[in-house]
């Protein structure tokens, strides 16, 4: 999939290394809800023989890179819980650091958004984002999400409950704007 300034592409082993720092940055583990570590070789088995089929594993991750710098990976966009049958599935997008700021994780959102609604014939994407992470909301909600719900003390961080947005984004919603 490629956009004016990303493009979407599976993981190859040379994305190894850069994946390996980006899923063990504690910094991520907040928003990932992952709380320990990722040898380098449970990253490597990852991309070298992870059944790339939504049908079959039930998840998607996708790189997300730089159309101006020889498709440098910025960062990784994922399908999860993939449900073909009620035609939904949970969507979460990382775009590294010094990356951020710079239109790719809209434009990559979008991208996604449109394969899941033409490819995959998806009803609907759902989003968790905590309160705090104005910046993900205001990605969300600009690609049309909308909060449709508040999860109460739904994640443990920092020695506290922390509520979640739980947004949706329904096709239904997009064709009548």
Known sequence: MKGKIVSLRAPEPSDID??????????????????????????????????????????????????????????????????????????????????????????????????????LNLHQLYCHINPDNKASFHLFEKAGFEINGTCKDWTWWDNQWNDAYFMQLITSKISKS
């Not at 998840?59 to 910025?74: A, F, G, H, S």
């Not at 966009?77 to 035609?87: G, N, Q």
Request: glycine content about 6%.
């Open 18 to 119: 850069i994946l390996y720092v980006w899923e063990n940055d504690p910094a991520v583990w907040r928003v990932s809800n992952s709380i320990t570590p990722y040898s380098r070789y449970d990253i490597e088995q990852f991309v070298l023989t992870a059944n790339h089929d939504i049908f079959a594993v039930r998840q998607l991750r996708l790189m997300i890179t730089d159309n101006n710098r020889n498709q440098e990976p910025v960062g990784t966009i994922d399908l999860f819980d993939y449900d073909p049958m009620h035609r939904r599935a949970g969507i979460g997008i990382l775009i590294t650091g010094s990356e951020r700021g710079k239109g790719f994780a809209s434009e990559a959102l979008s991208l996604l958004c449109n394969y899941c609604f033409t490819t």
